[in-house]
């Protein structure tokens, strides 16, 4: 059994990462923690788990959670995990970041749009960003995963098969997505108060919102040259689901049937990818529960554009299921274990 | 492995069938059908399941579908089942009718609510509600199981412990119950077009909802005397939940702690009923996606009322989940096989 | 032209009055305040006024306001208004109070339920209850007008025709009420944070909410007895509305046809109370937008109970609209003036 | 009083337009047809009318109609316009064609993406174009109306104040585009069944809805060369509400401040059109039951983008409410009687 520990378990990562782990059949939990809720049972705070995990909030304490637990969570706002952890601590367990501090290799990237100095550069070089369909022969070799946000992992699946072919104009990209509200997070605030954000949709941070570089610094490096692109989020009202709308320009002509099956083969080993038929397209409804990321592509032949649509739930793919999937591949498990569920509709 | 099929597998009942039965370690899947959908593959219909379950819908061949199955779910319009089985059937196979065919011992109230002859009036008396907290023992004796009503279910289960009381007044009983829309099923109908019954709330079929002698016929057989009581349905827009608020007067003071004691008790062997703390009322979120059905009670001392709260997800509790569960019993596994999801929240 | 100002103008309630008496024919915006947004634009807290309202939020000097004001709205929580107003100022100008500070005439009966003393108790005889349609003729003689509650006036307006009836007992009454989330207001809180309420529902405040002994007040008026019955609010995910579903044990057997008389009778002269047609039932968005009040009503012969249904649009019949509608009375305007928005619908 | 009728008054745009029209101050409603209802009452269908307006819908009887009103509007799905009005009909009244049939000058165009022949190509000369900001002038000429698109509305207004400016790339255009559900309108379809649209996205007609080639018409018109552009509409869990996000690439640098003040000055006459200041962009329940477009822009420096994002109401500015604000220029009205309705919210 995996001993796994999870810091900041009183949000909404955290508490989709105690739904899993605790289903997980190779998995028992050690510890979970949140600095507002000590001694507070779990089950008071979400009482879904009610009779089902009933452990205490603990006290943040790392060096003792760490002697406990092979693989430690954390879920945290950024500039706080990197304060957290350090090299003693990644020689006692393995570590999987929820947020964000780990994710951008460039370090002026990093403080310039977290506007905050990086509390432990020396970990950079040392950490692997967990986008497991990317990386999953070097993910394994990793003690610090920097798991990717969900924006993002939805984004670069939809257009990582063709990033690097030279048919496509990398500098055309444009990414349109919308997001469910619990991508908010559960934090009180008048953009997210119900009658507020229901019945409505808008963008937001426009042109400047945090996951622009974390898709590009990945775009690029499997492209092999430097990519800028747009990326629009949109708060949408639903409780769950992404829809990422990805626009590239083609600069020759290639059949759509031709890069499906690019995507197809692409993605030929990675079982929580599935690549729609011809003329269907994913919808939020379809991957909701699930670890799954659905991804259509269209040509649009009037404006020689390829339009490649990714949905996923933004809880698990683009955050705990991810971080699961992670946590299966660094301990050699098959991915899937624990994972397995199939979306749950209408939900 | 119990070899499963499904007779009616393309409405939402059937579907979340298939979903609990695909995820049951101990199920095989023989056979799915639908009139409308004859070979076309599941996961064309229903895209969650894309490379999950991927079979096509079969002729509704009863004989061979039997043949093959140790059990025939079958998620069919009342009137619908009762000409499809039989005793010769009944031989080869289990059969779980989620419809509402069997649920009512007296045909006579069957005939006058559903206003339809019974086409197999013999096999009612060879059927067992399937209501698993109350008949868990008989169950198991049973070839053909009358799973029960989604509103019946919240509204026993919140009734039951207190029912056979001197203390209460069983022929004050009025439940007052909303529902989501899947509740409606998957048919087209102006009701439940999105811009209809999306933000905004309504009582229907008032006074006539047809689990209303369901709920009676229950009772009054725990309660050793005819309870008559008012039922009033409401649908609320969401996709999924039931809560039952059931009002019913005391005629003798109480305790509310010796209520809740009395819940405790009743439910002690029931893994799936969790009655809430003092003071802590159901919310239908804490249940979605599971088979758990929450109660809360309050006493309003200044009317001397018991108000006992359920909640439960209608596809769920009310209707798949139930309809697993009453296979497990039959088939002498533990009740909760396949139905260990934790809610799922915020969802 | 009426001159009107209003205080604690920044919640939902004092927008709602701010929509409403700016489309008026007959006012003109005296002053707006809150205490948060001193000097703030109107239309930078609530963009939907951009260019309509651009006012900007001023000190609460309530005697100024009182001189260039010939009715001032107070929108703030209980136990602010008594502190607020006076004799002096009551001679100045009219106040409608939308809080709960004169709502009810026991002092006693307000300091249980509110659990504060009252600032001003010289005043609550001075006062009238706003609820239009009981009142009309006395409103006009006062100066000082406590607009009802949301749920209240949703109830009342439910059952006032048949409360003072012999065949009805007054004792057995329960009231079922579903409102909207804008009923919560605009602050921040866990319970109306959106993915804490959307795709939920649940009872709250059970047997304790400070509507009931309200509605009590006005049914023992009406009824001309003490009556205490049964008040159950209910969290409903949709932005506006309040469905009221009232039930009243019937002593003696009446037609609910005419039953059906007595509600039209009753309210032949109130333009904003519509009694449905034997069969349909009142659903919140026929309300949606607009002052009316819908009933309908069915007799359950089987319970000998009438099931009364109301529905109004929380803010406006229960709340800003019934406030101009008082105001309409207290100028001796038509009282529909500037309240004769047509329901919008879908909305 | 302009005597206006409506044909097809039972779907969500015909609808709207009676709400307008019985609300208009210089209207009077003659006729109300829908092939479906005849003879029914409206408020039957539309219980939101009950004792507002409780008219039957008559036979469509177009000659009559057109003898007793001054304006027809025709609400009515593509190639039925076409075939029911001539030149004779014109001579008798104005029409104003909510649907399709006259939108499109280029015939060819309109045969190619409706895959149907025009019915009365003769008359497509002898129509304008109603959107109001654009053609004022000239709209007040013609006795045939064709109001535009609820997608195009918005589309339009966003991007025409830049589109015939050198430095904006023309052949970049991308527009995202997010619609609450009217826009599907009242048929029953799966795709807008309450369960099967709530809490989820997707984009549907993906380079291939009909309103894009109107936007291309208007664009090219207004730049004077070809335009050919991508748009890609979404379905949003939502009643009400268009959000388009508009992107152009720039060829030169031009600051934000420069392209908002040339956005003012654009719609300096234009009452309905509001610009966002700096940093504040638009949501649709700002607009939300008016007849308003908000504009915000946003220049990305990064990729040489602007970002214009549009929002109206889907039925009003992209439906019935432009069709009024035509009506009133075409009688010399105020373009904005009748309209002056503040945005409802939260609603």
């Known amino acids: 059994m995996i001993k796994a520990g999870v810091i ?9 990462l105690i739904r899993l782990l605790k289903q997980h059949p190779e998995v028992e939990i050690t510890a979970v923690t949140s600095k507002s809720n000590v001694n507070q049972h779990y089950d008071d705070i979400y009482c879904n788990y009610k009779g089902i995990f009933t452990n205490s909030f603990e006290e943040q304490d790392m060096d003792r959670i760490a002697e406990i637990s092979d693989v430690i ?48 550069p020396e970990l950079i070089g040392k950490s692997i960003y967990g986008l497991c369909e990317l990386k999953k022969d070097e993910i394994k070799k990793y003690s610090l995963i ?23 104009d990398a500098s055309s990209i444009i990414v349109d997505a919308k997001s469910g509200i619990t991508g908010a997070g559960r934090s009180l605030d008048m953009g997210t108060h119900y009658t507020e954000c229901n019945e409505s949709i808008k963008a937001y941070k426009i042109a400047s919102h945090r996951h622009t570089p974390e898709i590009e610094e990945q775009l690029s490096s499997l492209a092999g040259k430097e990519i800028r692109l747009l990326f629009t ?18 600069e020759k002509e290639i059949a759509e049937s031709e890069i499906r099956e690019m995507y197809m083969d692409f993605y030929k080993d990675s079982p929580f990818v599935r690549i729609m038929k011809e003329g269907v397209f994913p919808e939020t409804k379809w991957v909701k529960g699930s670890n799954y990321c659905d991804i259509g592509i269209k040509v649009d032949k009037r404006t020689n ?9 933004n809880l698990i793919k683009g955050a705990a299921g991810q971080g699961i999937q992670n946590m299966n591949i660094i301990f050699g498990l098959d991915e899937k274990t624990g994972l397995g569920d199939i979306p749950i509709f209408p939900a």
Chains 1, 2, 3, 4 share one sequence.
């Open 8 to 16: 900041g378990a009183s949000g909404y990562v955290g508490q989709e």
């Open 305 to 313: 554009t390829l339009i490649a649509i990714g949905a996923i739930d």
């Open 73 to 120: 969570f954390l879920a945290l706002p950024h500039g706080v995990a990197s304060k957290l952890i350090n090299e003693e601590l990644l020689k006692k367990t393995k570590v999987i970041d929820m947020g964000a501090d780990f994710r951008l290799k460039d370090i002026g990237i990093y403080e310039e749009w977290y506007n905050t100095p990086h509390y432990s």
């Open 146 to 168: 920097a798991n990717p946000g969900c924006y993002t992992t939805c984004s670069i699946l939809s257009l990582a098969p063709v990033i690097d072919h030279e048919a496509f």
């Open 233 to 250: 989020p949109h708060l949408t009202p639903m409780n769950r689901g992404i829809l990422a709308t990805c626009y590239i320009r083609m």
